[in-house]
């Protein structure tokens, strides 16, 4: 089972919490991120259930993002939709149109970036801990619609550092807007989320959906362009064969070859 799911009645209604379980870094497959984008449309679809929870109970990672075995084994055919699913998913999340609270219990690299950022409110817990949008270092560039998101948290002199791969800790990802608050424990990390839960429960569900598409108009209306963008960057023969020796690389624990 990739997702554990528990329904939780808080003051201003139901609230479902997620627990990320697809292996042992929390990585995602296409296959695994359609299944978690089939259990949101359900709850969506639920008037009773108001807001959804991710987190994770893995000692060390939240997401480690795409999983690499799986690329490495991915048709090259294959590898251009397999990589975009990620993305995919996250203008998915751009819409959701329920609160979205991310619990960083751990490392979010990635693919577990971009889920944090595509979340409403965003918690992390501090320790050991990393968030960074890792795709630059294996030949990826970063997807338009996330540089997007970025853009609307970060202070402008730090965007740069935050797109190229910068690595932040707990206190430094607050500090910068990647992350909203910070707890020193998982019981004060939940406290924090359900503090956050009963205060924007308060809202109905249609005010707060029709205010997210509001706040996202841009990045949406910006959506076919930059997935244009992405497909060719996928088609780019330069950055498929350095995605592959990144992948190639992580696996065999060296430095990788680019071009």
Do not use: W
């Not at 201003?12 to 296959?31: M, P």
């Not at 490392?107 to 950022?117: N, S």
Request: hydrophobic share 40%; aromatic share 8%.
């Amino acid at each position: 089972m990739n997702y554990k799911r528990e329904v939780a009645g808080l003051r201003g209604g139901k609230a479902v919490f997620i627990t990320l379980q697809t292996n042992e870094q929390n990585s995602f497959t296409r296959d695994n991120l359609l299944e978690l984008e089939s259990i949101l449309e359900e709850i969506r679809k639920d008037p009773e259930l108001r807001a959804v929870v991710l987190t994770s109970e893995n000692e060390k990672f939240f997401s480690n993002g795409v999983d690499a075995q799986n690329i490495i084994q991915t048709e090259q055919s294959r590898l251009a939709e397999e990589m975009g699913q990620i993305v995919l998913f996250f203008n998915y999340l751009m819409k959701f149109d329920k609160p979205l609270v991310a619990e960083v219990t751990g490392y979010a690299m990635g693919g577990g970036a971009v889920i944090t950022i595509a979340s409403d409110f965003k918690f992390m817990l501090a320790g050991k801990g990393r968030i960074s949008f890792t795709e630059v270092f294996f030949g990826l560039p970063l997807p338009g619609t996330v540089v997007e998101k970025v853009k609307t948290c970060i202070a402008p002199h730090r965007i740069n550092e935050v797109i190229y791969g910068g690595i932040f800790k707990a206190d430094e990802a607050r500090q910068i807007g990647l992350v909203d608050d910070v707890a020193d424990s998982r019981e004060n990390l939940r406290k924090l989320t359900q503090k956050k839960l009963d205060q924007i429960l308060k809202v109905p569900t249609s005010a707060f959906g029709h205010t997210k598409l509001s706040l996202h108009r841009e990045i949406l209306q910006s959506e076919e362009a930059h997935m244009k963008n992405l497909d060719e960057s996928f088609r780019n023969p330069v950055i498929m064969k350095n995605l592959l020796e990144a992948m190639s690389a992580l696996k065999e624990g060296r430095r990788p070859q680019f071009q």
